[in-house]
């Protein structure tokens, strides 16, 4: 029995974090279910499949993408360690902390490999696809260049694709520079789309020919796409968009560090080297000099409310501490990519960063907001009692901020309504007025509500450490993954929207 899955990263193809399906949940007490140890460490988020027939019966499954690049694909009912089937490409990467994705007809379930490719398993007994294209290559250079972020499927009217993005390792280290691959679905062609010397369309090769006529690299590096989500694609402007981190922002070379893209769904730009349209803020070069990335995560996809002139928005912050929003069909604001400045707001998330250094029409802003930096990817959701539109934000230290998007004159602006004395935490997920997340510091669960910030939950155990790990709440459980290894399971008292199904 199950009330929904949730197939990638963020639930939703939007990557909101907002779960529709559930309702109910915890008031008091802790309902921890169990918790084990994972074969293997895994440093990402899990993605939920119900009812999938595989050699032992029907089950619920877990999918994890594990460090060392394994798929595990587990029993998410079992009280134990049960392994329905797991999978590990080798190769010359050394760490992999992207989140799998299950294709919309519920079939096959993607993830990454340290050999540098997207492999495409069945997901009742994990029998490798290798035909169509399959496994499909994402990077040549996997000792230098990462598959860190989560990988995505949308339909689109173009076709229904899979995104795939890239950046470095700890230490930005070595030839890499980031960049989206985008697969289609029904007859797995690519494009490609550089980040740097973004006029070259095709995978680079590491330490190759960065100049003439044979060119297969780039002079420039990093612009790695770091945010959790990988690449976020809008039905409403029908583009899909990456950020990228700190590297050179020069258009006129074909640089596009910390901005973020807007390409079409199939993963081109307009053609020439340019994208569709471009968001790059005015203190970029500080921002590059000072490792303060605004790719630390992706734009989050924000719904105008009514009276807005502005339809399109997205909220972008990044390790200054900054929270933007920005056009999404115009984003600049001067109808063209390559161009810094233009977004509708820019302010810090807390006192530990002044507002000057997130001033969008000045270039002297851009410091690293060292513990006021902001890594996890902001969570999206519509208050179904009065469609308000609330955005939940943290960062490294100690806040957890909502904003609701208001409007004033038809300017929409985002308004701090709450921060929250738990402490700041992973990526938050939203389920039926709750918001969900797993402490930085105190390693713990923790539940509020989502308009007054009111702590309603809290977990009584432990769990040791989180990095890039954040949880999901599906079927009436919240699952989560921890840096020493383990696999922990709660259980809300909640019902479903529409009842067991």
Same mark, same amino acid.
């Given at each position: 029995?199950?009330?929904?899955?949730?197939?990638?990263?963020?639930?939703?193809?939007?990557?909101?974090?907002?779960?529709?399906?559930?309702?109910?949940?915890?008031?008091?007490?802790?309902?921890?279910?169990?918790?084990?140890?994972?074969?293997?460490?895994?440093?990402?988020?899990?993605?939920?499949?119900?009812?999938?027939?595989?050699?032992?019966?029907?089950?619920?499954?877990?999918?994890?993408?594990?460090?060392?690049?394994?798929?595990?694909?587990?029993?998410?009912?079992?009280?134990?360690?049960?392994?329905?089937?797991?999978?590990?490409?080798?190769?010359?990467?050394?760490?992999?902390?992207?989140?799998?994705?299950?294709?919309?007809?519920?079939?096959?379930?993607?993830?990454?490999?340290?050999?540098?490719?997207?492999?495409?398993?069945?997901?009742?007994?994990?029998?490798?696809?290798?035909?169509?294209?399959?496994?499909?290559?994402?990077?040549?250079?996997?000792?230098?260049?990462?598959?860190?972020?989560?990988?995505?499927?949308?339909?689109?009217?173009?076709?229904?694709?899979?995104?795939?993005?890239?950046?470095?390792?700890?230490?930005?280290?070595?030839?890499?520079?980031?960049?989206?691959?985008?697969?289609?679905?029904? #007859?797995?062609?690519?494009?490609?789309? #550089?980040?740097?010397?973004?006029?070259?369309?095709?995978?680079?090769?590491?330490?190759?020919?960065?100049?003439?006529?044979?060119?297969?690299?780039?002079?420039?590096?990093?612009?790695?796409?770091?945010?959790?989500?990988?690449?976020?694609?809008?039905?409403?402007?029908?583009?899909?968009?990456?950020?990228?981190?700190?590297?050179?922002?020069?258009?006129?070379?074909?640089?596009?560090?910390?901005?973020?893209?807007?390409?079409?769904?199939?993963?081109?730009?307009?053609?020439?080297?340019?994208?569709?349209?471009?968001?790059?803020?005015?203190?970029?070069?500080?921002?590059?000099?000072?490792?303060?990335?605004?790719?630390?995560?992706?734009?989050?996809?924000?719904?105008?409310?009514?009276?807005?002139?502005?339809?399109?928005?997205?909220?972008?912050?990044?390790?200054?501490?900054?929270?933007?929003?920005?056009?999404?069909?115009?984003?600049?604001?001067?109808?063209?990519?390559?161009?810094?400045?233009?977004?509708?707001?820019?302010?810090?998330?807390?006192?530990?960063?002044?507002?000057?250094?997130?001033?969008?029409?000045?270039?002297?802003?851009?410091?690293?907001?060292?513990?006021?930096?902001?890594?996890?990817?902001?969570?999206?959701?519509?208050?179904?009692?009065?469609?308000?539109?609330?955005?939940?934000?943290?960062?490294?230290?100690?806040?957890?901020?909502?904003?609701?998007?208001?409007?004033?004159?038809?300017?929409?602006?985002?308004?701090?309504?709450?921060?929250?004395?738990?402490?700041?935490?992973?990526?938050?997920?939203?389920?039926?007025?709750?918001?969900?997340?797993?402490?930085?510091?105190?390693?713990?669960?923790?539940?509020?509500?989502?308009?007054?910030?009111?702590?309603?939950?809290?977990?009584?155990?432990?769990?040791?450490?989180?990095?890039?790990?954040?949880?999901?709440?599906?079927?009436?459980?919240?699952?989560?993954?921890?840096?020493?290894?383990?696999?922990?399971?709660?259980?809300?008292?909640?019902?479903?929207?529409?009842?067991?199904?």
């Amino acid at each position: 029995m199950h009330a929904t899955d949730w197939l990638q990263f963020g639930f939703d193809p939007a990557h909101s974090g907002f779960n529709r399906a559930e309702t109910g949940y915890s008031t008091a007490g802790n309902f921890l279910l169990y918790n084990y140890s994972l074969p293997t460490a895994a440093d990402s988020a899990p993605v939920y499949l119900g009812n999938v027939a595989t050699a032992s019966g029907v089950k619920n499954v877990l999918f994890i993408v594990a460090k060392n690049g394994t798929l595990l694909a587990l029993d998410a009912d079992s009280t134990t360690l049960k392994v329905v089937w797991s999978k590990q490409p080798t190769g010359a990467g050394t760490l992999t902390t992207g989140s799998s994705v299950v294709d919309p007809g519920k079939q096959y379930v993607y993830a990454y490999g340290l050999d540098g490719y997207v492999h495409k398993y069945q997901v009742g007994n994990g029998t490798e696809i290798k035909s169509g294209g399959w496994p499909e290559l994402s990077t040549l250079k996997p000792g230098v260049e990462k598959d860190a972020a989560g990988l995505s499927i949308n339909a689109t009217p173009a076709g229904t694709f899979l995104y795939a993005v890239t950046n470095g390792y700890i230490g930005d280290g070595g030839d890499y520079q980031g960049h989206l691959t985008t697969i289609d679905l029904a #007859n797995g062609t690519q494009n490609v789309f #550089n980040t740097l010397c973004s006029g070259l369309t095709i995978h680079f090769i590491e330490n190759g020919s960065t100049s003439g006529s044979g060119q297969n690299d780039c002079a420039q590096v990093q612009s790695g796409i770091w945010g959790r989500p990988g690449a976020i694609y809008d039905p409403a402007t029908n583009r899909v968009f990456i950020t990228t981190g700190n590297s050179a922002f020069d258009p006129t070379n074909f640089y596009w560090g910390d901005t973020v893209l807007a390409l079409n769904p199939q993963g081109t730009g307009s053609g020439g080297g340019n994208p569709v349209d471009s968001y790059t803020p005015s203190t970029y070069s500080n921002l590059n000099t000072n490792d303060a990335d605004l790719g630390s995560n992706a734009v989050a996809l924000v719904p105008a409310p009514n009276g807005s002139s502005y339809t399109h928005l997205g909220v972008i912050a990044g390790k200054d501490g900054c929270v933007r929003l920005i056009r999404l069909d115009n984003m600049s604001g001067h109808g063209a990519p390559g161009l810094a400045g233009g977004s509708l707001q820019s302010q810090p998330l807390d006192s530990s960063v002044t507002a000057a250094n997130c001033n969008d029409t000045s270039s002297s802003g851009g410091q690293d907001a060292g513990g006021g930096e902001i890594r996890a990817q902001p969570a999206v959701w519509v208050n179904p009692a009065d469609a308000s539109t609330w955005v939940y934000v943290t960062n490294l230290s100690a806040t957890f901020a909502a904003y609701k998007v208001v409007v004033t004159a038809g300017v929409p602006s985002l308004v701090q309504q709450w921060t929250s004395t738990s402490g700041a935490g992973t990526s938050p997920i939203v389920a039926n007025g709750t918001v969900y997340y797993q402490t930085l510091n105190g390693n713990d669960i923790v539940a509020l509500d989502a308009t007054t910030g009111a702590q309603i939950w809290q977990s009584a155990s432990s769990l040791s450490g989180v990095h890039w790990q954040s949880p999901i709440v599906v079927n009436g459980r919240l699952y989560v993954v921890d840096d020493g290894g383990n696999l922990w399971v709660f259980a809300l008292d909640g019902i479903f929207k529409n009842g067991f199904q």
